[in-house]
């Protein structure tokens, strides 16, 4: 009976059935005589020495299988990238490792783990009913749930009449579950019928995935199924940016402050770095299932969608056709991957297709219409090696015009010379074919004539005056603006005034306002000794202690610029004082 593993125990749970079975009095023992391992602190979740276990038991059962159903290994293993759940699973299988829980990321989490068990009241008469005996079952200990997925009952974590835990104090570790608890209190009394369906979607959630229900998946694959379903909702641009106060709207809008207090889960702050923000960026560290599942239960109905839910992209599916015209393998679908971004005029999505046999490149907008748009090209960013090299062949001949090289090559004349310029061996062909067209339209001009004198369009003495007078009074709103002081430069001038460009361009056609701003605009190191200056008020007016540290903190100078001005703040002090 000790040997024997029941369906979705917890190890644990037959870790205390075989202590219980030999009479030891103290759990190390158990553990150093049966298990030859060194008994440490209680996990239920993640344990190690699991190599150990099986070859002190002979259980007939492999590692995967005592690792995949009895711990919450598949519980977290679709929100881990591949290697941290090959590490995982390599640190459980040690004799004692103490990185799992910190390769898992658990110790980390804002999530904290369990210490002690729950237990349903109807499964309990149920295993003693099969079984002869009871035990701990692996999905009653999942984060976050406090409902039976089975019987939709309220899970015990202690007695509700005298309010003791499950635990065997004399072993600090969990005894086996038995139908009264130490003060003879009926369990099977105990039982409260659960209604909510934000708990019992959660207890069911949580099972399906404990039961392999995401196995398929990992952290990348379910980022890419959020950014999707986001981009759905108009939550998300194509390029990925998430549109956060949004999603955090929906996500209040669906779950209630007392239902994630009830979980253990924060509310999610109004900040860009809450956790909600966190999980749904471009994934670098894991997060706690019980917040997947939350974004998962918002974002679908139901855990099933998300796997049927199919890959939509803006340009249909792959792979794509290769538009290069003198390949051999034209309109071949032989493009794998297509890179999607935004274009920054329209906001439209703009995918780029590589060929990847003779590089040639092109990009259209989208999303496509029908499946014609398959084969339009918008624009053509590399013609490719293969285009290259046809083009040279061509122009060596010294029999085509630029007009018919583009004919053969399927492109514009003008970038037929594009490209032959860039070879510095072929710029006297292109020279030559391009000299005669230039002949002919100097021949059409008469030698005498003689063009006009061009007029002058801008009168800059007078628009040097008008700017001049901008930028003056914008200096003067700069300087008598309140709050944190701001630096004086050409860029925050012109911006202000709305002529930057005209001052980065043509400043040398306007010396009065090229003489104004050598005249106001700051250093560096003057603007940092104008923030100290105001930082000194600040901290005068609300009695703040002036010590050197608080200063430079407060008025923002970095390490390398620290000592330079901790001078100048000394006799700023002295003065004072």
């Given at each position: 009976?000790?040997?024997?593993?029941?369906?979705?125990e917890?190890l644990?749970?037959?870790i205390?059935?075989?202590?219980?079975?030999?009479?030891?009095?103290?759990i190390?023992?158990?553990?150093?005589?049966?298990?030859?391992?060194?008994?440490?602190?209680?996990?239920?979740?993640?344990?190690?020495?699991?190599?150990?276990?099986?070859?002190?038991?002979?259980?007939?059962?492999?590692?995967?299988?005592?690792?995949?159903?009895?711990?919450?290994?598949?519980?977290?293993?679709?929100f881990?990238?591949?290697?941290?759940?090959r590490q995982?699973?390599?640190?459980?299988?040690?004799h004692?490792?103490?990185?799992?829980?910190?390769?898992?990321?658990?110790?980390?989490?804002?999530i904290r783990?369990?210490?002690?068990?729950?237990?349903?009241?109807l499964?309990?008469?149920?295993?003693?009913?099969r079984?002869?005996?009871?035990?701990?079952?692996?999905?009653?200990?999942?984060?976050?749930?406090?409902?039976?997925?089975?019987?939709?009952?309220?899970?015990?974590?202690?007695?509700?009449?005298?309010?003791?835990?499950?635990?065997?104090h004399?072993?600090?570790?969990?005894?086996?579950?038995?139908t009264l608890?130490r003060?003879?209190?009926?369990?099977n009394?105990?039982?409260?019928?659960?209604?909510?369906?934000?708990?019992?979607?959660?207890?069911?959630?949580?099972a399906?995935?404990?039961?392999?229900?995401?196995?398929?998946?990992?952290?990348?694959q379910i980022?890419?199924?959020?950014?999707?379903?986001?981009?759905?909702f108009?939550?998300?641009?194509?390029?990925?940016?998430?549109?956060?106060?949004?999603?955090?709207?929906?996500?209040?809008?669906k779950?209630?402050?007392?239902?994630?207090?009830?979980?253990?889960?924060?509310?999610?702050?109004?900040?860009?770095?809450?956790?909600?923000?966190?999980i749904?960026?471009?994934?670098?560290?894991?997060?706690?299932?019980?917040?997947?599942i939350?974004i998962?239960?918002?974002?679908?109905d139901s855990?099933?969608?998300?796997?049927?839910?199919e890959?939509?992209?803006?340009?249909?599916?792959g792979?794509?056709p290769?538009?290069?015209?003198?390949?051999?393998?034209?309109?071949?679908?032989?493009?794998?991957?297509?890179?999607?971004?935004?274009?920054s005029?329209?906001?439209?999505?703009v995918?780029?297709?590589?060929?990847p046999?003779?590089?040639?490149?092109?990009?259209?907008?989208?999303?496509?219409?029908d499946r014609?748009?398959?084969?339009?090209?918008?624009?053509?960013k590399?013609f490719?090696?293969?285009?290259?090299?046809?083009?040279?062949?061509?122009?060596?001949?010294?029999?085509?015009?630029?007009?018919?090289?583009?004919?053969?090559?399927?492109?514009?004349?003008?970038?037929?010379?594009?490209?032959?310029?860039?070879?510095v061996?072929?710029k006297?062909?292109?020279?030559?074919?391009?000299?005669?067209h230039?002949?002919k339209?100097?021949?059409?001009?008469?030698?005498?004539t003689?063009?006009?004198?061009?007029?002058?369009?801008?009168?800059?003495?007078?628009?040097?005056?008008?700017?001049n007078?901008?930028?003056?009074?914008?200096?003067?709103?700069?300087?008598?603006?309140?709050g944190?002081?701001?630096?004086?430069?050409?860029?925050?001038?012109?911006?202000?005034?709305?002529?930057?460009?005209?001052?980065?361009?043509?400043?040398g056609?306007?010396?009065?306002?090229?003489?104004?701003?050598?005249?106001?605009?700051?250093?560096?190191?003057?603007?940092?000794?104008?923030?100290?200056?105001?930082?000194?008020k600040?901290?005068?007016?609300?009695?703040?202690?002036?010590?050197?540290?608080?200063?430079?903190?407060?008025?923002?100078?970095?390490?390398?610029?620290?000592?330079?001005?901790?001078?100048?703040?000394?006799?700023?002090?002295?003065?004072?004082?």
């Amino acid at each position: 009976m000790g040997a024997t593993l029941y369906p979705d125990e917890l190890l644990a749970s037959f870790i205390a059935r075989n202590h219980l079975l030999r009479g030891h009095k103290s759990i190390k023992t158990t553990y150093q005589l049966f298990f030859h391992l060194t008994a440490g602190r209680t996990v239920y979740d993640l344990p190690s020495g699991l190599k150990a276990i099986l070859q002190s038991e002979r259980l007939k059962m492999s590692l995967d299988e005592l690792i995949h159903f009895h711990t919450l290994y598949p519980y977290y293993k679709p929100f881990w990238s591949i290697e941290q759940s090959r590490q995982v699973k390599k640190e459980m299988s040690l004799h004692k490792s103490q990185r799992t829980q910190m390769l898992a990321g658990v110790m980390a989490s804002i999530i904290r783990t369990r210490k002690t068990l729950n237990i349903c009241p109807l499964c309990l008469q149920m295993d003693l009913d099969r079984f002869g005996e009871a035990y701990w079952h692996r999905t009653h200990q999942l984060p976050g749930v406090l409902v039976c997925s089975i019987h939709k009952c309220l899970l015990l974590e202690s007695c509700l009449e005298c309010n003791e835990n499950f635990m065997d104090h004399r072993i600090h570790y969990p005894a086996l579950p038995s139908t009264l608890c130490r003060n003879h209190h009926a369990l099977n009394q105990m039982i409260r019928f659960v209604e909510d369906p934000n708990l019992l979607g959660l207890s069911a959630f949580s099972a399906f995935i404990l039961d392999g229900g995401y196995d398929e998946y990992n952290m990348k694959q379910i980022q890419a199924k959020y950014t999707q379903r986001l981009v759905q909702f108009g939550y998300c641009t194509v390029t990925g940016r998430v549109r956060q106060r949004e999603v955090r709207y929906r996500f209040l809008n669906k779950y209630t402050p007392q239902f994630l207090k009830q979980i253990a889960v924060p509310l999610p702050e109004e900040s860009e770095f809450n956790w909600l923000s966190t999980i749904l960026r471009k994934p670098r560290r894991a997060q706690h299932p019980l917040l997947h599942i939350l974004i998962i239960q918002m974002l679908w109905d139901s855990p099933d969608k998300l796997k049927l839910e199919e890959e939509i992209t803006p340009f249909s599916s792959g792979p794509w056709p290769c538009l290069n015209p003198i390949s051999n393998h034209y309109l071949a679908h032989i493009i794998p991957n297509v890179k999607v971004t935004r274009c920054s005029d329209t906001g439209r999505p703009v995918g780029t297709f590589e060929c990847p046999n003779c590089g040639y490149t092109y990009s259209r907008r989208g999303p496509d219409q029908d499946r014609s748009a398959l084969y339009t090209i918008g624009r053509v960013k590399k013609f490719g090696p293969i285009w290259k090299s046809k083009l040279d062949r061509l122009s060596k001949e010294r029999t085509l015009s630029l007009r018919e090289m583009g004919r053969l090559m399927k492109c514009d004349p003008q970038t037929v010379k594009r490209y032959l310029t860039r070879s510095v061996n072929l710029k006297s062909e292109v020279t030559k074919l391009a000299h005669d067209h230039q002949r002919k339209k100097q021949n059409k001009a008469s030698p005498t004539t003689k063009l006009p004198a061009l007029r002058m369009r801008v009168d800059w003495a007078k628009r040097d005056e008008e700017i001049n007078k901008l930028i003056m009074d914008a200096i003067q709103k700069i300087n008598q603006q309140r709050g944190r002081p701001v630096r004086l430069t050409k860029a925050r001038i012109g911006r202000t005034i709305g002529q930057l460009a005209i001052l980065e361009k043509k400043l040398g056609c306007l010396p009065m306002c090229k003489e104004t701003l050598q005249r106001h605009m700051e250093t560096l190191e003057q603007y940092q000794k104008r923030r100290i200056d105001w930082i000194i008020k600040e901290c005068i007016l609300k009695k703040i202690p002036l010590k050197k540290w608080i200063i430079i903190r407060k008025a923002g100078i970095g390490q390398k610029y620290a000592k330079k001005m901790e001078c100048y703040i000394t006799e700023i002090l002295k003065d004072i004082c």
